[in-house]
């Protein structure tokens, strides 16, 4: 009871934030500068990394592609750079969930500790600021919407796993995680994208359910794939930041690995409309 209380207050506290700071684009920028470094830390720990060139390649990124397109605009040149990154990036998140359920080793120039700093840290907090401004325009109502997706999803998998859990998920990464709690997650995470699409002015019911349906779905595996960095690291959480979740990186590992994959969601949109 304790644990679910010092959870509540500090994801509370947290989510409190991401809706004051996302409020202006310039604060949701600062904001995500400084959970990468945080991030990009916890993460360095788990992989033994110990020199600062990741933190130098995360502030190249976040102000070529987040501080430049508050400054610019969705310029060409940015645009072409962003998908360069964009197509990386999600091949290095799908190396990832491969390995995630292969017992053989991918070869080490995949596996580069730079690869996955660069590509599924710094890269997922890239994407989640090129998805609030949307293609040029700042719309903190998506953002804040995704991450209310997250939220509903890890909150009810948590209570339905719980409570009515019994066919493990994954059990070699993640012992406490369910089917059930799956599904559960997935449930509740549509129903809460109809409540959104209420409460927002921004893309219709069908495509906040199917964003619901990639939050579950991809934010699962990256919270799997931090799990197995932490089993790998032999460690119960990445750090001591937020009491009842653990690090950063443990409340904002779905959130990372999702972003690129909303992005391509919301591209596909934009192409269509």
């Known amino acids: 009871m304790e644990k679910l209380i010092k959870r509540t207050i500090s994801g509370g506290l947290f989510a409190i934030l991401l809706v004051l700071a996302a409020q202006n684009k310039f604060t949701f920028l600062v904001l995500l500068l400084v959970f990468g470094f945080l991030c990009l830390y916890e993460f360095n720990k788990l992989i033994a990394q110990k020199n600062w060139f990741s933190y130098l390649i995360f502030v190249a990124l976040i102000f070529a592609f987040g501080f430049m397109e508050m400054l610019i605009g969705n310029s060409i040149g940015l645009n072409h750079a962003s998908q360069i990154l964009h197509v990386i990036c999600i091949f290095v998140l799908l190396l990832l969930t491969r390995d995630l ?23 997922g907090i890239v994407f989640l600021a090129l998805i609030a401004f949307n293609f040029g325009t700042y719309n903190p109502s998506i953002i804040i919407g995704m991450f209310a997706l997250i939220w509903i999803n890890d909150s009810f998998a948590y209570f339905v796993g719980s409570n009515y859990g019994r066919q493990k998920l994954f059990e070699s990464v993640s012992p406490k995680k369910t089917v059930e709690g799956f599904l559960g997650g997935v449930f509740f995470s549509a129903i809460g994208s109809y409540f959104i699409f209420k409460f927002t002015n921004e893309l219709r019911f069908t495509s906040w359910l199917v964003m619901s349906v990639l939050v579950s ?43 690129p994959f909303i992005y391509l969601f919301l591209r596909l949109l934009n192409y269509v409309s």
């Open 101 to 123: 359920f292969s017992s053989k080793s991918l070869p080490k120039l995949l596996t580069n500790r730079y690869i996955n700093t660069t590509f599924y840290i710094s890269g």
């Open 217 to 259: 779905i991809f934010g699962t595996i990256g919270d799997l794939i931090e799990s197995k960095y932490k089993r790998q690291a032999d460690v119960k959480d990445s750090g001591k930041l937020m009491p009842g979740h653990g690090g950063l990186l443990d409340r904002l590992d779905s959130a990372i690995f999702v972003a």
